[in-house]
Structure formats: C-alpha cells, structure tokens
C-alpha cells in the first residue's frame, strides 16, 4: 500500500497528521441543531498531503488522525467510533474531489481551476455526507446510543447535514484555494 | 500545556499500570462484550465489583475517575429514563399522558444503564493506567499478522508514533504562532464568520512552512543515523508478558465464564 514511501516521506505523513490532529481540537459548532457537527480545519493537513505525495498519503493521514482522535479523546469507546468514521469518511471524499478535479482540469485557467475545485469538492462532500448520514450514521447512533430526536432523520439531514457540508466545504476550499499555491512554491 | 491533551492518562507504576497493555485492551474488549450480552440483574453486579477492584487496585483514585466520565453518567442516566418512561409493553405500574412506567421498560432501562457504565468505565480504566504510546504500540502489535499479506506494518507504526510524539510540539507550534500574529495586532476572536477564516490564514501558512521544515530536519536526523524501513527493528519500549498478567488473564475468564454458566442459564 504505501511501500513506495520514503523515510521523508512518512516523517512528513506522521508530522502533518500531527497537525491535522492539532487543528481536530480548535473545532467550532456552526449548526445551532447539532452541536455535535463541528467545523475544524483538520482537513487542510490532510489535501496539503494528497496534493504532494498522492491519495494513498491522504488516506494514511486521515487515518492516523482519526486513529489518534479516537484513542485520546473519544476514549477508545464504540458511540465515538461513529463519530470518528464519519469524519473520516468527510476526510476521504473531500480528498479524492479535490485530487481529481486539480488533476483532471489542466487546460484551464488557474483562477477557474480553484473555483471548479472548491464547487465540486463542496458538491461531493454534501452529496456523500448527506446519504451516509441518511442510511449509516444517524441510524446507527439511534440504534447504538438511544440517541433520541426531536426530528426525523432526512429532516435532520435537510436542516443540518447540508448547511454544514456546504459551508465546510466553502471555507475548506478557499483556505486551501489560498495557501497550497503559495505554499508549494516554497516547498519542494 | 504539554499535558493538557493527554489528559486522561494518568502515570502512576500500580498493579493494573504494569500489566501488559496488549492483555488490559483484550479483558476490556471481552469484559464489555460480556456486559452487552447479559440479561440477568445480578451479572452486571458482578462485573461492576470487578471494575471495582481493578480501580482501586489501579491507584488512579475514586474521585478522578468520576470526575471523568460524569458528563457520560448524566447522557446515560437520561437516556435510561427516556427509556423507561416511553417503552410500553409488560405489566404497565404507572401511566400518565404518553409517559409510563412498565415491567419490560424498568428492566430494558435498568440493564441498558449497567451495560454502558460497565463498558465506559473498564476503557476509561484502561486508558487512564495505559499511555498513549502503550496503546500505539499495541495497535501495531495487533496488526502484526498483516506483515504476511505484505502490508508495511513498520511503517504504519513509525508513522503513528512519530505523529504521536509531535502532537504536544504542534500544539505549542499553533500557541506560539498565535502568540506572534497575537503581537503583531490580529485579532482572532473579533469580527464576522469570513473575518474569523480570513484570520486563520496567517496562522496557517507558518504553521504549515514549519511543519515541513520539523520534518526535513527529522528525515535528515534518521537518515543519517542510517534508518531503513521495513526491516526487523527493536524497540526501546518492550512489553512483556509476566505471571500477573496469566493471573490476571485466567481470573476474569473464569469469572466470565461463571457468570454465563452459573447466572445467564
């Protein structure tokens, strides 16, 4: 799987997902509904690696964090596991948007490349999340840790899966939009 | 503020710190196994007096484990009481509105709150007498059968203590750069949702200039000290499987095992 990494390689790996793990915990609740759904800034680690070392690097970071955060602050425990697979699983579609588009658009202008990035990567987050939240997720915290709601589920997911994914899906983007060309110019 | 995110572990050298952690994460994985397929009310009795005797015999102190998952006991104790008052079937002793209290929803509520402060207190346990780097090096030692399907299992170990180790080193990477934007007259808690992202552009940009310069600097460090991956190395740290640990292992299967043969039949 990632044999063809480098011992700069794996230390950059394990330092950024270090990071992303940093950034994990300065997350802020933007969805009044659902405190639960935190913004952070834990993926910007997580692209910055995609971009310079491939998908099989943005996953192994991903999965470190997420492994991390699950060990240390959700205790190791089966009702924060949801939580951190869902997280993980944002981690994941967010980074494939975002490499393939940057990949696949060449041709184009730089500044409509970056747009194209943030819509479409905002556009697949939201669509993955808002059917893993419909069919995975939600059910599965109902069922696991009697979470009781005042709504049903695809209510839930129309009030509070969607604004959250577009808006972190925006914001993702243009941090990233801004940083990762000035930022790979430095770093070779 | 090194400490501050590893909070839960507390060093201390008891009885339960120096067993080894892989047998600590298999006995919490089995106890709460064990306490989600109960139905009796006398088992979770038993396993509570078991979590009782390894807290007191772990040193970490009553009042800090409580302390510890008091958020979690209030979700539970709400989420019992929900359930005792909306499931209906069974002998119903006491009704009003759409509220009752009934013999099958009094003995659903009851085991589902044993089961859960079985289940968070043995892994709250467990992570308060194992530290963080213990655990790693478990997880790395439990995927130890993948090496024959070829999958790198050094690296992936290399990989999570390295980001482990810098962690405490990231957080006061992120203070210091606030610190120093801090100074130069940024205000981070001031203004609108787009000047808050704005704002956490120039703590970004260093924050991730220096993350490539630590790990240039630690490459280069085990390079020249003439690190290879994907070989057989030791390890500072050596778990060691010793004769409290058989004990240990074969006293909570029996007791498992009795309590499945003697109680649950």
């Known amino acids: 799987m990632e044999n063809h990494f480098d011992v ?14 940093v950034l994990m915990l300065i997350a802020i609740p933007i969805i009044p509904v659902a405190p639960y759904m935190k913004l952070d800034l834990s993926d910007l680690p997580i692209l910055i690696g995609t971009m310079m070392m491939g998908i099989s690097a943005g996953i192994t970071i991903a999965t470190v964090k997420s492994l991390l955060y ?24 967010l980074l494939l948007a975002v490499f393939f588009v940057l990949k696949s658009f060449k041709s184009h202008t730089r ?36 979470l009781k ?40 | 503020m090194d400490n501050f995110i590893f909070g839960q572990y507390s060093p201390g050298d008891s009885f339960i710190h120096r067993l080894d952690p892989r047998n600590k994460l298999f006995l919490t994985i089995l106890i709460i196994v064990a306490s989600l397929l109960i139905h009796s009310w006398v088992s979770p009795l038993i396993l509570l007096l078991v979590c009782a005797f390894a807290i007191q015999t772990s040193h970490v102190g009553w009042h800090f484990l409580i302390h510890g998952i008091k958020f979690f006991i209030h979700m539970i104790l709400l989420t019992s009481l929900l359930q005792l008052l909306l499931s209906r079937s069974g002998k119903v002793y006491w009704y009003f509105w759409i509220f009752n ?50 999958v790198p299992v050094e690296d992936i170990s290399l990989t999570i203590s390295i980001a482990l180790r810098f962690v405490p080193t990231m ?10 934007q801090k100074s130069r007259g940024v205000q981070f808690h001031k203004g609108n949702v787009i000047k808050r992202i704005k704002m956490s552009i120039p703590i970004m940009f260093p924050l991730f200039i220096n993350t490539f310069k630590r ?12 690190y290879t991956g994907n070989r057989y190395r030791s390890s500072i740290r050596k778990m060691h499987w010793h004769i409290n640990d058989t004990i240990v292992f074969i006293a909570i299967i029996l007791i498992i095992i009795l309590i499945f043969l003697l109680i649950e039949s």
Do not use: C
């Open chain 1, 111 to 146: 500044k409509l490349k970056w747009i194209m990035m943030i819509i479409l990567a905002t556009l697949a987050l939201t669509i993955a999340m808002s059917l893993l939240n419909l069919y995975v997720v939600t059910p599965l915290y109902i069922n696991m840790i009697g």
């Open chain 1, 70 to 93: 699950w060990i240390t602050i959700g205790g190791a425990s089966l009702p924060s596991l949801i939580g951190v697979f869902s997280s993980w699983a944002a981690s994941i579609v």
């Open chain 2, 215 to 226: 790990a240039e600097d630690l490459a280069s460090a085990m390079i020249l000290r003439g």
């Open chain 1, 149 to 188: 709601l005042s709504f049903s589920v695809p209510k839930l997911v129309a009030i509070a899966v969607i604004p959250f994914n577009i808006i972190k899906g925006i914001v993702i983007g243009i941090i990233f939009a801004i940083i990762y060309p000035q930022l790979s110019k430095i770093i070779k």
């Open chain 1, 8 to 21: 700069k390689q794996l230390v950059q790996l394990a330092i950024l997902a270090a990071v992303s793990y």
């Open chain 2, 171 to 180: 957080t006061g990477e992120v203070h210091r750069i606030m610190d120093a």
């Open chain 2, 101 to 150: 209290i009934s013999s099958f929803g009094a003995h659903i509520a009851i085991m589902s709150f044993f089961r859960f402060i079985i289940a968070i207190i043995i892994s709250m346990l467990f992570l308060l007498t194992t530290s963080p780097i213990e655990i790693s090096d478990t997880i790395s030692s439990l995927l130890n059968p993948l090496k024959f399907i070829h």
